[in-house]
Structures are given as C-alpha cells and as structure tokens.
C-alpha cells in the first residue's frame, strides 16, 4: 500500500498539481510581488504615517503652547480685573470721603447762614422796635405834652417832656 499523498502527488503531476519548477516560479514571482509592494506601498505608507504622526505632534505641541498662552492670559487678565476692581474701590472710597467732606462744609454754610439771617432778624427787630419805641416816645410826648398843659397850663420845655418820657418808658420797660 503505498502511501495516500504519494499516490496524489503522482496522479495529479506534482504537488497541487503543480510540478516543482511551476511551484518555485510561483513562488519567486511571490516575493518578487511583495518586494515591489514593500518599496511601492509600504515605503510612501510608512513615509506617510511618519510625517501624519509629526504633523499630530506639532499639532499637539502647539496646542500645549497655545494652552500655555491662554492660561498665562487668563491670569494675567485675572489679575488686571482684580487690579481694576481694588481701584474702583479706592476710588468710591475716596469719593464717599468728598461727598462727606462736602456735606460737611454745606452743613456748616448752612448754619452759618442760619446764623447770620437770625442775628440780621434779630438786629432788625431791634431796630423796628427802637422805631416803634421813638414813634410811641413821639405820640406819648405830644399826649403828655397836652395832658401836662392842660393839667398845668403851663408850657414845659421839649427837655422836660423828653425826661417825663424816658422815666415813663424805663416803668413801661421794667413792668415787661
């Protein structure tokens, strides 16, 4: 009995069919096919691959730097912002400290004015009352003058009538 493969390897010419020359040739034609695909593909692939993977590097790198960039940025806007927000606060500071020290001085110019429209009432008072008094000391003295007289029938002199009036305005003065 001989052997199966052997008994197929007769009758169909050779291994597969295919004599052992056949063979050989198809298998240089092989690696000749994946040495032309190795320089023709694998070569601008792996070149390909090669650049795309830079490419992805710098991309990622100028990323970091721009992330680095926009943090620094972001800080030092941060810090403008709390620089800019300490001098709009000294500012309202200082303005409430005017807007006091204003009031302050409106205050006292008020008072003061106050002051001044009081004492000005109070010395034109005076001074309408010393009318009031020289005109009431006037019609008094013509109306003492003429009791006088009648009551004397004699004449009295302006400086006695201005001595009874005086007298009688210091009584009328003391009983107030």
């Known amino acids: ?31 000749i096919l994946i040495t ?3 320089f023709l593909i694998y070569k601008p692939v792996t070149k390909f691959m090669r650049e795309r993977r830079e490419s992805i590097r710098k991309q990622i790198d100028e990323n970091k730097q721009k992330s680095e960039e926009a943090d ?13 927000d300490r001098e709009i606060s000294e500012k309202n500071k200082l303005a409430d400290e005017r807007i006091a020290a204003r009031t302050g001085e ?3 110019e008020g008072k003061r004015r106050a002051e001044q429209i009081v004492r000005r009432a ?12 020289n005109a009431v000391k006037d019609d008094v003295a013509e109306a003492a003058v003429m009791i006088a007289s009648g009551i004397l029938e004699r004449e009295i002199t302006s400086e006695e009538n201005d001595k009874i009036i005086d007298e009688c305005l210091k009584e009328w003065a003391d009983n107030d």
């Open 1 to 31: 009995m001989m052997n199966y493969a052997a008994l197929l390897a007769e009758s169909s010419g050779g291994l597969l069919g295919l004599s052992w020359t056949d063979f050989l040739l198809h298998l240089l034609n092989f690696a």
């Open 36 to 38: 032309a695909a190795a």
């Open 72 to 84: 620094r940025l972001k800080e030092e806007y941060s810090e403008r912002l709390t620089q800019a």
């Open 106 to 108: 409106m205050l006292d």
């Open 122 to 133: 109070e010395e034109e008072a005076k001074a309408e009352r010393a009318k009031a008094m």
